[in-house]
């Protein structure tokens, strides 16, 4: 079946640090790859997406690249701010209904000023 | 346009009642998806319908029912509450392309 590995939080970081979350799939086909955000008490954001292999996604500051050789589809961002700090998902879902959207378990981002 | 939304968004019950949740996609969407989020399972898919029909299916009980009508708004109702289905049900629409919108959320306590 389809799975969506993330790594595991929290991650903890300061102010204007370097941030890198992990994620990796498993699927047949060829599925478009999300990152959503969701802050507290608050339902899921769409942060940013791509849906073929080698494109980038960007939004906010935030990349990621689908790769297809490692499979991996792995959140970026050059300098984090305190309101960055949420939990983050990696999710999967091909168009045309037969696929049923895949969630990573979510990573939580904690950043300290 | 309108984001997704849910009503209500709080809710308490107790043991054995039932409960219907409701959720209104964004316009011109016709697909929509419900998920149940928990600390323990995280976010797991529960059903998706499109166009008034059961698309998709996830892998929870009979107790867990929904349906959509021809607006596309959809209702999720859950009979028969365990404190197990204490969680906070998330609505999402989506269009043509595979992006999916979510709401809110409803959040359910089961006491």
């Known amino acids: 079946g389809n799975s969506v590995t993330q790594m595991e939080g929290p991650v903890t970081l300061s102010e204007e640090a370097f941030l890198t979350i992990n994620c990796t799939y498993t699927?047949?086909?060829?599925?478009?790859l999300f990152w959503y955000v969701q802050y507290p008490g608050e339902g899921l954001q769409l942060l940013l997406k791509?849906?073929?292999?080698?494109d980038k996604g960007s939004n906010k500051g935030f990349e990621a690249t689908y790769r297809k050789e490692t499979t991996s589809f792995h959140l970026e961002k050059g300098s984090v701010q305190v309101s960055d700090s949420a939990v983050y998902f990696c999710?999967?879902?091909?168009?045309?209904?037969?696929?049923?959207?895949?969630f990573g378990r979510g990573t939580s981002l904690i950043v300290h000023p | 346009k309108a984001g997704v939304t849910q009503t209500p968004r709080y809710l308490i019950k107790t043991r054995g009642q039932q409960v219907t949740l409701s959720c209104s996609p964004i316009?011109?969407?016709?697909?929509v998806s419900w998920y149940q989020q928990t600390p323990g399972q995280g976010l797991q898919f529960l059903f998706e319908?499109?166009?008034?029909?059961?698309?998709n299916k996830g892998n929870f009980p009979g107790r867990f029912s929904g349906r959509q009508f021809s607006n596309s708004r959809s209702e999720m109702n859950v009979s028969t509450l365990e404190l197990g289905d204490s969680a906070l049900y998330l609505c999402?629409?989506?269009?043509?392309?595979?992006?999916?919108?979510f709401g809110p959320g409803t959040r359910l306590t089961v006491l």
């Open positions: 319908y499109f166009s008034e029909t059961q698309r």
């Open positions: 999710a999967l879902r091909r168009s045309g209904g037969s696929y049923i959207p895949t």
């Open positions: 791509a849906t073929k292999a080698d």
């Open positions: 316009s011109g969407h016709r697909s």
């Open positions: 999402a629409s989506s269009g043509q392309a595979d992006t999916q919108y």
């Open positions: 699927a047949t086909g060829y599925p478009s």
